[in-house]
């Protein structure tokens, strides 16, 4: 009887997993900001300007179901402080709005709109608060986390809770129009606000710099290093939330103690609000499918950031667009050529079926192991007939850590071996853009890897370029 392979240090919590599975999603920029054509507003707009003629957040959910998503989550309350939602704790919000005669609440309306087409809710909350007279006290503390409450109570099940890194500098204040400086390391008290996540939504994901769950990227501008770990040791690299050395967060830690994967948050124009000046400035089709190979392709997920306009609708351009790109995504993921072939390795682990190297090329949760003390592997396809392809999709079995750290493509092409492709980590999915090939057989060599080698899927397809 040969025995399953021991997992690695850490791996990933069933909410994780969860959240790995998605991959792609969309972030909803939208407030006051929308109305001022800024980016951050100082917390002295009149909650009259927020007036959007045909807010219809069931556009929102199917232009992102449209486009693949599997979620949105909602700038509940940006840096300016104005609430989406009729907030018990505030006066600043859309109770104060002429939209729906102060009735509407765009928070119920996008949750319900998410949950009608049949994707994921998540919430963005601004710690940094320019409009709250007690910014920068410790009361505001009180404020920010009776009002997560409110979101973690009032709109069901969110996949992902959203913590912004942007924190104090000059805002109204409650009319003090001064310049407030919190201590980054102190003053949010983090750990007891994340418990109540926990408690209310245990679910949830929570998204800072530096996790719990997911991190970021470390840029806004949709693209993930090569080496890419989930893994993650914050408190050893001296980083929390809005304090982090961004060239070094993306590529994690080898040996980090934490399961805390990588998210890229990119908008789909400049800026992350809606300015009609940047209506020629939508990201091509051709574009969008790069970011997807340097987000989703490099082991983190893809928030894409849709901004509503004034109407409060996805602008028919950024529709446009998003077609474009999923139209190209479906092409080149429609058919895997690799189902076709053969497939063999002489590393199967214990040379027993269970961890067959045929496991990947099955959706199922099996999967390929080699020996415990086998840290390599080749695992070679022998397609029925020469293909052409340009992608190759390769997934770690997570569930037992990520452990891939270097790996070599290799192609037969009439008969002789040439390496096309050359990589260091996996984990959850990596796909590799190589110019268009034709081969008969295509070799997967793992180089190394930090305990035996565990793998989830090969897959080898091309894009409609091919
Ligand atoms: C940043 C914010 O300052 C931007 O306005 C935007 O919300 C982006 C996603 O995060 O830190």
Not at 97 to 109: A, F, I, L, N, Q
Not at 302 to 328: K, M, Q, T, W
Not at 428 to 434: D, L, Q, S
Request: charged share 25%.
């Amino acid at each position: 009887m040969v025995t399953a392979p021991k997992p690695i240090g850490p791996v990933p919590s069933l909410r994780q997993l969860a959240w790995h599975a998605m991959e792609f999603y969309g972030f909803i920029h939208f407030t006051v900001n929308t109305f001022t054509d800024k980016e951050w507003g100082y917390g002295d707009e009149s909650p009259a300007i927020f007036a959007p003629t045909s807010l219809d957040a069931k556009q929102w959910a199917q232009v992102a179901k449209m486009a693949g998503m599997k979620g949105l989550i909602l700038t509940a309350k940006h840096h300016d402080g104005f609430c989406l939602w009729p907030s018990r704790y505030t006066d600043h919000c859309v109770r104060n709005s002429p939209w729906k005669d102060g009735k509407g609440d765009v928070v119920r309306e996008l949750a319900n709109a998410c949950e009608d087409v049949g994707i994921k809710f998540g919430i963005y909350l601004s710690p940094w608060d320019r409009h709250q007279c007690t910014y920068g006290r410790r009361e505001y503390l009180a404020y920010y986390r009776w009002q997560l409450m409110e979101l973690l109570t009032q709109y069901g099940e969110l996949f992902e809770v959203w913590f912004d890194g942007a924190n104090g500098g000059d805002g109204f204040y409650g009319g003090a129009r001064e310049t407030r400086t919190i201590d980054k390391r102190s003053y949010y008290d983090w750990e007891n606000t994340w418990q109540l996540v926990r408690d209310l939504q245990p679910n949830a994901v929570m998204f800072s710099d530096v996790g719990p769950d997911v991190r970021w990227v470390g840029n806004e501008k949709g693209v993930a290093t090569e080496t890419s770990w989930c893994m993650l040791d914050a408190k050893g690299a001296g980083w929390v939330p809005g304090d982090v050395n961004a060239d070094l967060l993306p590529v994690g830690h080898e040996r980090g103690g934490e399961w805390v994967p990588a998210e890229t948050d990119v908008s789909i124009r400049p800026g992350w609000f809606y300015h009609a000046s940047e209506d020629d400035k939508v990201r091509t089709p051709a574009n969008l499918e790069e970011i997807y190979y340097s987000s989703v392709g490099r082991n983190t997920s893809l928030l894409l950031n849709l901004p509503p306009d004034r109407r409060g609708l996805i602008h028919e351009r950024d529709v446009e667009a998003l077609s474009g790109f999923r139209s190209i995504l479906d092409r080149t993921f429609a058919k895997d050529l690799a189902q076709g072939a053969t497939i063999a390795s002489l590393q199967t682990r214990g040379g027993d079926e269970a961890y067959s190297p045929r496991n990947l090329l099955k959706a199922d949760k099996s999967y390929f192991a080699t020996d415990d003390e086998v840290k390599s592997a080749t695992i070679e396809l022998a397609f029925p007939r020469s293909v052409r392809f340009d992608r190759i999709l390769l997934q770690e079995q997570i569930e037992l850590g990520q452990r891939v750290k270097a790996f070599r493509i290799e192609a037969a092409i009439g008969g002789n071996w040439r390496e096309i492709a050359r990589g260091t980590t996996i984990g959850a999915k990596r796909i590799i853009c190589v110019p268009a090939t034709d081969a008969e057989r295509l070799r997967l060599v793992v180089e190394d890897a930090r305990a035996c080698v565990t793998l989830q899927r090969l897959g080898v397809f091309a894009s409609p370029a091919v």
